[in-house]
């Protein structure tokens, strides 16, 4: 089976900076997207950032211009770094992922799921 595994939240000051991670592991064939999402309490979870297999990449509008989606396809890895965060960005964030899973000698499986989600507190 394939697993999503986030890391990296915390509690910080407004202002500060976070850098969330978020491992793929399994038998995995290719990754066609990947993204990150968040849900503050009593909200409805929503789009963060997204990255797709060939680096098309799409913000939130109350992100942009201060968090940083990125990956490392060798380590299966999607990264948001988040700077300058304040009070709303306070949530769980969770990673998503759209993965074929298979060794490639054989039928392949496609996989979608979430991970756990990792807690960010943003507050004075």
């Known amino acids: 089976q394939v697993q999503l595994v986030e890391s990296g939240g915390g509690l910080v000051q407004p202002g500060g900076s976070l850098r969330l991670s978020c491992a793929a592991s399994?038998?995995?064939?290719?990754?066609?997207?990947m993204g990150w999402y968040r849900q503050a309490p009593g909200k409805q979870r929503e789009l963060v950032a997204t990255?797709?297999?060939?680096?098309?990449?799409n913000y939130a509008d109350s992100v942009k211009g201060r968090f940083t989606i990125s990956r490392d396809n060798a380590k299966n890895t999607v990264y948001l770094q988040m700077n300058s965060l304040n009070v709303e960005d306070t949530a769980v964030y969770y990673c998503?992922?759209?993965?074929?899973?298979?060794?490639?000698?054989?039928?392949?499986?496609?996989?979608?799921?979430w991970g756990q989600g990792t807690q960010v507190t943003v507050s004075s």
């Open positions: 998503n992922a759209q993965i074929l899973s298979g060794n490639g000698s054989g039928p392949l499986r496609l996989y979608a799921g």
């Open positions: 990255i797709t297999s060939g680096k098309i990449i």
């Open positions: 399994g038998t995995i064939f290719s990754i066609t997207a």
